[in-house]
């Protein structure tokens, strides 16, 4: 409701004396004699009345000054309440998406367009896990297994075609150029600390490929795969949770569309390659990671 105060420019502290002699300037400035025909006027006087009936009357305005307190308090608490789950909501979100922003600041391409990396690289592999032989130019079906213990994970890629660059390269992603810097081969690994889940996850991912033609993309309990094309670019990802979901790990390819009929094929190889890996202490017994093992080959 209005307030009968502000519609006389009056503080609620106003004296009684206030209240009349603003009351009675206010009648007089708006009063029909001095304003013929402005429904303007007209109608600003009539609130000034209806204010005036309730403050200039000591009981009405107890009676309005309680009701005032009460409604302001009322309104407080439905704010504060607002404020406070705004906030909750702010941070339950950010945690739900600090991974994944992680993940993909560090892994994924601009929104932009997918990437096109230098072709400068450095062949000798570096960094937390191990790979098991260094690339050899010109040799594209020489396979390599790139290994990470700490994650539990193996995976077979094209050594000959994809090049360690540590300069791309930190603890959760490895980064591998193709020799000539159009095509880029990243193998990610990161605990789930903001306790997503897998569906959850793969929204996140895909929102990443806004605008883009998708393919092929599966879903399984514990994995999703995720491809097709966006600006010129074509993509090619899987992403695996462990078996508790405590953490996570997988592969990007990205490469032109110019270039799809190679390097499909070698995306597709990649992934018949990949087995679903559990990890340390990832609460899986053998007889559950064998099945999902055999199905990410299929």
Known sequence: MSDLYEVLGLPRHASEEQIKATYRALARQFHPDVNAGDEACAQRLKEVNRAYETLGNLEARA?????????RAETWRRLSIFAATTVATFVLTTMAVSLAVRWHLEAAAPRAAL?????????QPQGPAEVAASPRRGQATNWTTYRNASFGFALRYPAGVF???????????QTFVSRDGRATL????????????LAGFRRTVMKRYAG???????????????SGTRDGGAFFERVTFSCDGKSMHGWQMTYPSSERATYDKLAKLVLRNYPHGNGPGA????????????RSRR
């Open 63 to 71: 009676a309005y000054d309680r009701e005032l307190v009460r409604e």
């Open 115 to 123: 990437p096109q990396w230098p072709a400068k690289v450095i062949s």
């Open 163 to 173: 090049v360690l660059d540590s300069g791309q390269s930190n603890d959760n992603v």
């Open 186 to 197: 990243r193998i990610l690994a990161a605990e789930n600390t903001a306790g997503m889940t």
């Open 212 to 226: 883009a033609s998708f393919g092929d993309a599966p879903r399984r309990e514990h994995w999703f795969a995720l």
């Open 283 to 294: 609460g899986c017994n053998v007889a559950e990671a064998r099945p999902q093992a055999r």
